[in-house]
């Protein structure tokens, strides 16, 4: 069992369409960081959110943290094909830096 | 600035050799940490340096072992590869990495490596 959940665990979608990815936990996390990782590199950073009930932005993205600090989400509006990549999230769990299995998505032009 | 280096980029090596992985981390970064990927597994923490400490460990054999250098730079070991130590090795530099979760990590590109 993952301690960070991440939904759906694949996402095709045609470019234009809105999507949003969820990470459930039933833990509680002081921040949750997203990431967007491109096939053969490195997972890179995207945003880091603390406060619950923070809402950033990042041009199309939309990143959520939730009230209770258990749960994060990100909405992307009008999808590219850029896009297209593996989102993660993470965050800190008994020292260590954990993260869920992420969300595949792939936008078609 | 320049960023995460990860050497080399690609290795094949052959069951029962042993290899070492190379991390620069951002100049001022105290804090390097280690992952595997996996297709089955996704990014599973090896362990995490700061300062030349190990500050904490993951769930892997103790063939899996690190050193960081006072420059910060880190090294990974893997001895008596397996078939199943075939991975995405990533170097993660923080500036304080678990101990200031606020601030993000810096992943290099990784090293691929296949076990044969």
């Known amino acids: 069992t993952q301690l960070l959940e991440q939904s759906p665990q694949f996402l095709s979608i045609q470019e234009g369409e809105n999507l949003t990815v969820y990470c459930n936990s039933s833990?509680?996390?002081?921040?949750l960081q997203w990431y967007r990782q491109e096939p053969g590199e490195g997972p890179v950073l995207l945003v880091t959110?603390?406060?619950?009930?923070e809402v950033k932005k990042l041009k199309r993205l939309t990143f959520q943290f939730g009230d209770a600090r258990k749960d994060s989400s990100l909405h992307i509006t009008a999808a590219q094909p850029g896009d297209t990549g593996l989102y993660l999230c993470?965050?800190?769990?008994?020292?260590?830096?954990?993260f869920g299995a992420g969300t595949i998505l792939r936008v078609k032009s | 600035k320049a960023g995460v280096t990860q050497t080399p980029r690609y290795l094949i090596k052959t069951r029962g050799q042993q290899v070492t992985l190379s991390c620069s981390p951002i100049?001022?970064?105290?804090?390097v940490s280690w992952y595997q990927q996996t297709p089955g597994q996704g990014l599973q923490f090896l362990f995490e340096?700061?300062?030349?400490?190990?500050?904490n460990k993951g769930n892997f054999p103790g063939r899996f072992s690190g050193r960081q250098f006072s420059n910060s730079r880190s090294e990974m070991n893997v001895s008596t590869l397996e078939l199943g130590d075939s991975a995405l090795y990533l170097c993660?530099?923080?500036?304080?990495?678990?101990?200031?979760?606020?601030?993000?990590?810096?992943f290099g590109s990784g090293t691929r490596l296949t076990v044969v």
């Open positions: 959110v603390v406060t619950g009930g």
């Open positions: 100049s001022g970064h105290r804090s």
């Open positions: 340096y700061f300062s030349e400490t190990q500050r």
């Open positions: 833990s509680v996390f002081s921040s």
């Open positions: 993660a530099s923080s500036l304080a990495g678990t101990g200031g979760s606020s601030y993000g990590y810096t």
């Open positions: 993470a965050g800190v769990y008994g020292n260590k830096l954990v």
